[in-house]
């Protein structure tokens, strides 16, 4: 008789190991392993003989054909810009996010937006009910005909509708919930949303239906579930900000119809989450000036935002002074202060450093560490800044200044909000109506306030 074969799967990234092991060499979750069934380990090799079928010889790339990528609009042109300039055919798209922040609210506005232009969208919840939807809808303004509600957690009940009726978009909220009867075990497990993932990703591709999958984020701010979920889609977006306040951002962190570099910015109001028509007061305030605050101008794609960035410096009472930043890397915040010590003799190793940029917006560039360093010192010396000044510049490790790149469209956007003034690292090669100083160095900057 033949020795039963032993298979043992890591929940959280989907690692295939021979023996149980405490700890994923992987992903490094800790008790993740779960041993694998015999009609779990026969389903994963019919999709692996499924996925790795040949369906065509190699051909030389040059004898390859461009594919033209059709697009269609979602009726929201900030999802528009996200995915790359509209919705792909065929393509699967995840939307994930904190609880509260708007996925379901957004995909569903979306849904009633294209159920209003005649295409036929199937909303599929395995967690509300459909009255529950239909209250929202309301509230959204997506009462339509062509938009059909599913309340359905299997996924052979979910392929039957696709089946019966030809759907132009569906939406799936969301994958943690949905099962198939094939696998025996619990929905969420790795299992379950690689085989639902795949059948999901065939019937797109098949039929030429894009598919919309909410997941739910852990506490990390991962999706929940195997990472093989994020590698199989086509598009993964997120959304970013606090539940708590109007402004959210969405990001594309992998789009294969596009760039990942744009951000889609919403605003939860009573009509549901609704592109930002005027975002350029949001990230600041241009009230009386006040000591430790300085203003920036960030790229988030192609679009130029002006942001504020707030300090406070404050004697520590203890012997480690804290450093503590929102929305900024703190260990970037570290190397600063370790540069103005070194080159300015300032003391802040006997002070409380805190940055926090403002509506909750966070920095990924360094073209705000001047801004950074003015606001930190501002508040050190209290002293306020002018309220007519933006700073732009990379600050090195020696104490220099480097160049930002879209230096034009940074200026030309706080000049557009009233700024008159900027201090940049080089003077600029293009005409400006902003009066520029130029600094190249971090002390020459400190002269000025």
Not at 205 to 230: D, M, N, Y
Request: glycine share 10%; charged share 25%.
């Amino acid at each position: 008789m033949a020795k039963k074969k032993t298979l043992y799967e890591c929940q959280a990234c989907g690692m295939q190991s021979p023996r149980w092991m405490g700890k994923c060499p992987t992903c490094g979750a800790w008790e993740s392993f779960v041993e694998l069934t015999a009609e779990q380990q026969k389903v994963l090799n019919e999709i692996s003989k499924a996925s790795n079928a040949p369906t065509a010889s190699a051909r030389p790339i040059t004898e390859i054909e461009e594919e033209e990528v059709s697009r269609f609009t979602s009726g929201d042109s900030e999802l528009d810009l996200v995915l790359g300039g509209g919705i792909v055919p065929g393509s699967l798209v995840l939307i994930g996010g904190s609880p509260g922040i708007g996925k379901s609210t957004l995909l569903l506005k979306i849904g009633g937006n294209l159920a209003a232009k005649g295409k036929k969208v199937l909303y599929v919840s395995g967690e509300e009910s459909g009255g529950q939807i239909k209250m929202r809808a309301n509230r959204l303004g997506a009462n339509h005909d062509a938009l059909y509600l599913l309340g359905e957690i299997r996924l052979e009940a979910v392929m039957a509708e696709v089946g019966r009726n030809a759907y132009d978009l569906i939406v799936i909220d969301s994958i943690q919930t949905l099962y198939s009867d094939t696998i025996p075990s619990a929905p969420g497990s790795v299992t379950q949303v690689r085989t639902i993932t795949f059948d999901l990703m065939r019937l797109a591709k098949e039929k030429q239906i894009p598919i919309f999958i909410i997941g739910h984020i852990t506490k990390e701010g991962s999706i929940a579930g195997p990472r093989v979920l994020e590698h199989m889609v086509d598009t993964v977006l997120y959304f970013e900000g606090d539940a708590s306040k109007e402004i959210r951002m969405l990001r594309a962190f992998k789009n294969r119809f596009g760039s990942t570099s744009e951000v889609g910015i919403f605003e939860m109001t009573k009509e549901g989450l609704v592109s930002a028509k005027n975002i350029a007061s949001k990230f600041f305030s241009r009230g009386k000036p006040q000591a430790g605050s300085a203003v920036t101008v960030v790229m988030e794609g192609t679009r130029p935002l002006v942001i504020e960035v707030q300090a406070l410096v404050a004697e520590s009472g203890y012997g480690n002074p804290k450093r503590s930043t929102t929305g900024y890397d703190a260990s970037r915040l570290t190397m600063l202060l370790a540069l103005l010590e070194k080159k300015l003799d300032l003391p802040f190793g006997q002070y409380d450093v805190f940055v926090n940029i403002a509506g909750g917006i966070k920095i990924t560039e360094p073209s705000a560490d001047l801004a950074i360093i003015a606001a930190i010192i501002s508040s050190f010396r209290n002293r306020p800044l002018s309220d007519e000044s933006v700073f732009l510049g990379e600050v090195s490790l020696i104490g220099d200044i480097r160049e930002v790149f879209h230096l034009e469209q940074r200026l030309r956007e706080a000049h557009t909000l009233g700024f008159t003034k900027a201090i940049v690292p080089k003077k600029p090669s293009f005409k400006t109506p902003m009066k520029c100083f130029v600094a190249e160095e971090v002390a020459k900057v400190v002269e000025w306030m």
